[in-house]
């Protein structure tokens, strides 16, 4: 188990049906990873690593020059999770990928379960000139439907094999069968990793501002620099003094999709001041975690698509959470 305040190591999951494009993505993150990253594959086969990059090699463990590593799942997820813990240093971040026909938003569950890790959240790649198809497909309708539902974040990968109208066309389809996920879209797996909830800086903003390090006056205050090509904008919500936990959790999940992620220390009727947590829909109270003896005041980081969400809303989201 952690210790007492120790960071968790950010958790991204990949899914998508077969031929989406999630190799493709995976080499993406391991050639180009800013943090050190650990991925988890069915196979070590299909992801083309440059053999350059490549450090050291092993049965189930790929090194790489970078310091991240690629692990194979052959043995088992847990199997793989384990030899991952266990390597030293840790990785910063860990990328699991979900086989072509699973949930990935039940491999998720253990992003929820590990105290050591922290779920960033399910990105879920969809082939913009194939998806409609499999989605028609009574054999594979079930499948890929839960595959979508499951996205928090929605990369429209392959946009190179449709035409504008076609495109068009998907992204609306898309809205609804992902229930309003963020979406972005990119061609081969070229996602900028700032889009990739664990990796770029957004994890990391959270987790100083959630530590007391970003203090602003009002209710809500941009807490991200006003970069217009960066991917994601954030807030910092300042709490009320006491809230109603389920109130919150209740709030929380039913914000709007693009509202990615949600961190920080608030004071509940339930726990006293506790650390909250919003990935992916999911909400955790994580009453081991301790507060930083400098905390100036409850409040929360809010990290959302760009110009996706109104900052003005947020509190109008949040106010009702109040005990």
Same mark, same amino acid.
């Given at each position: 188990?952690?210790?007492?305040?120790?960071?968790?190591?950010?958790?991204?999951? *990949?899914?998508?049906?077969?031929?989406?494009?999630?190799?493709?993505?995976? $080499?993406?993150?391991?050639?180009?990873?800013?943090?050190?990253?650990?991925?988890?594959?069915?196979?070590?086969?299909? *992801?083309?690593?440059?053999?350059?990059?490549?450090?050291?090699r092993s049965d189930q463990v790929i090194r790489l020059a970078n310091g991240c590593v690629?692990?194979?799942?052959?043995?088992g997820l847990d199997d793989a999770l384990a030899r991952v813990l266990a390597l030293d240093?840790?990785?910063?971040?860990?990328?699991?990928?979900?086989?072509? *026909?699973?949930?990935?938003?039940?491999?998720?569950?253990?992003?929820?379960?590990?105290?050591?890790?922290?779920?960033?959240?399910?990105?879920?790649?969809?082939?913009?000139? $194939?998806?409609?198809?499999?989605?028609?497909?009574?054999?594979?309708?079930?499948?890929?439907? &839960?595959?979508?539902?499951?996205?928090?974040?929605?990369?429209?990968?392959?946009?190179?094999?449709?035409?504008?109208?076609?495109?068009?066309?998907?992204?609306?389809?898309?809205?609804?069968?992902? !229930?309003?996920?963020?979406?972005?879209?990119?061609?081969?797996?070229?996602?900028?990793?700032?889009?990739?909830?664990?990796?770029?800086?957004?994890?990391?903003?959270?987790?100083?501002?959630?530590?007391?390090?970003?203090?602003?006056?009002?209710?809500?205050?941009?807490?991200?620099?006003?970069?217009?090509?960066?991917p994601f904008q954030s807030w910092l919500w300042r709490a009320p003094a006491l809230l109603?936990?389920? &109130?919150?959790?209740?709030?929380?999940?039913?914000?709007? &999709?693009?509202?990615?992620?949600?961190?920080?220390?608030?004071?509940?009727? !339930?726990?006293?001041?506790?650390?909250?947590?919003?990935?992916?829909? &999911?909400? !955790?109270?994580?009453?081991?975690?301790?507060?930083?003896?400098?905390?100036?005041?409850?409040?929360?980081?809010?990290?959302?698509?760009?110009?996706?969400?109104?900052?003005?809303?947020?509190?109008?989201?949040?106010?009702?959470?109040?005990?």
């Open positions: 188990m952690a210790a007492h305040g120790a960071p968790r190591i950010a958790l991204t999951v *990949v899914g998508g049906f077969l031929g989406a494009g999630k190799t493709s993505l995976l $080499n993406h993150v391991l050639s180009r990873s800013q943090r050190r990253a650990a991925v988890l594959v069915n196979d070590f086969g299909p *992801v083309d690593i440059d053999a350059g990059l490549i450090a050291q690629c692990c194979s799942v052959a043995g240093p840790l990785p910063e971040w860990i990328v699991i990928e979900a086989s072509g *026909v699973s949930d990935p938003g039940r491999i998720a569950q253990v992003g929820m379960s590990d105290p050591m890790l922290q779920l960033e959240g399910v990105v879920v790649l969809a082939d913009a000139a $194939n998806v409609r198809t499999l989605a028609a497909d009574p054999l594979l309708a079930d499948t890929v439907e &839960r595959q979508l539902k499951a996205a928090d974040l929605l990369v429209l990968n392959k946009t190179d094999l449709a035409s504008a109208a076609e495109l068009a066309s998907l992204r609306s389809w898309l809205q609804a069968a992902t !229930r309003g996920a963020a979406m972005v879209e990119t061609r081969e797996g070229r996602v900028d990793l700032r889009h990739l909830l664990g990796e770029g800086g957004s994890c990391g903003l959270a987790q100083a501002c959630a530590s007391g390090a970003c203090n602003h006056a009002g209710h809500v205050h941009a807490a991200m620099p006003d970069d217009p090509d960066h109603d936990a389920d &109130r919150l959790a209740s709030r929380l999940r039913d914000a709007p &999709r693009q509202l990615l992620r949600a961190k920080g220390w608030v004071r509940t009727d !339930r726990h006293g001041l506790v650390l909250v947590q919003l990935a992916g829909r &999911r909400v !955790r109270y994580d009453t081991q975690a301790r507060p930083p003896e400098d905390l100036d005041e409850p409040s929360l980081v809010l990290i959302g698509m760009r110009g996706a969400v109104d900052p003005a809303d947020v509190d109008a989201w949040l106010a009702p959470a109040a005990a």
